[in-house]
């Protein structure tokens, strides 16, 4: 990234490179060395970082002619802030487009099949869905823009015996139930020992696919295909369409469509655990044929409250209309609870 003028333009969104521009003259100023103020920068993260450790600098000294290089650095961040807004908005239609493709998937084992290819189609080079079996590592499927050469031989790389994620970074994805950023791919002694000398990842991002209140899955993607590396956009993207398989498998499991291709002992199982206990007590009323209107009521709260929560909680079923929704809830409890009516026409959430 560093050459006689620090950065080449074509590794970085102009936002970006302009922050680091504003970086290193900032630490000319300052008389610390450039060039490794500009090396702190390699995405949109990384350049706020550097630029309000900057800001803190220049205010600590705040001579007057600082003061040019300090509404340098605001107006460096307000870019790079509104760099990254665009590049999530831009995002949107890709995910959505990409969950509804796999809401139309009939069997779980297409599902997982889809999940590699849905996950890389979000803008990465690799992906891959693994189960977790016992908290070991069970690679189930991948996708690469190489081919699927590779994705065999990674594949390969993860074949039994599976690795205790007890020893891995994954151990966070699956105990704590939380994305990671792993930037350090290449050095870091706790990637996976067999998987990483062929992938040859230099970054990467993993996200839990919680189903029954437990990790069931997880889906790894590598290397944006727009930025080169991975970051805190990456992870937090992946973590919300993972949260969505995951609602997905449950919706499988609640309607008998189990997989063969699942783990006997794979925590996959009970849908309500996706919901609050709000959008639970919603959807009991939902599925009695109240409306909106009569929902707010009973539980002391607005109409438009109560169409968020249903909007929610169809989108966490993976369902489209409150007929559908109002079936899963009495698949699960029965009809004792049901008051006896029937459920509306497919009406608006």
Known sequence: MIESGFVKKHDLDPAVHNAVRVVVNAARQLETDPRSAAHRVGDAITALE?????????????????????????????????????????????????LGRLRAISTIDDLVESIAIESAALGYERSMFSWVRNERWVPRSTHTTSGPEEGRSILEAGAPPYHHTRDLVEVDVVRKRRPILITDADTNPRVHPTISPVSRSNTYVAAPVAARGHVAAFVHVDRNAVTGTTD??????????????????????????????????????????????????????????????????????????????????????????????????????????????????????
């Open 50 to 98: 550097a630029l309000d450790a900057t800001e803190r600098a220049l205010s600590a000294r705040l001579l007057p002619e600082n003061y040019e290089l300090l509404l340098d650095v605001r107006a460096a961040r307000a870019d790079v802030i509104a760099y990254e807004l665009s590049r999530q908005r831009a995002m949107l239609p890709t995910l959505t487009a990409a």
């Open 232 to 349: 805190e956009f990456d992870r937090d993207l992946l973590a919300s369409f993972c949260e969505s398989i995951g609602v997905m498998i449950d919706r499988f499991v609640a309607t008998g469509n189990p997989s063969e291709q699942t783990p006997d002992d794979s925590p996959v199982a009970d849908w309500p655990d996706a919901l609050t206990d709000r959008e639970r007590e919603v959807l009991r009323l939902l599925a009695t044929g109240l409306t909106n209107a009569q929902i707010g009521a009973r539980l002391f709260i607005s109409e438009e409250t109560t169409k968020t929560h249903v909007k929610k909680l169809l989108r966490k079923l993976g369902v489209s209309n409150r007929s559908q929704a109002g079936a899963m809830y009495h698949r699960l409890h029965g009809s004792a609870d049901s008051g006896g009516s029937a459920l509306p026409r497919e009406t608006p959430a």
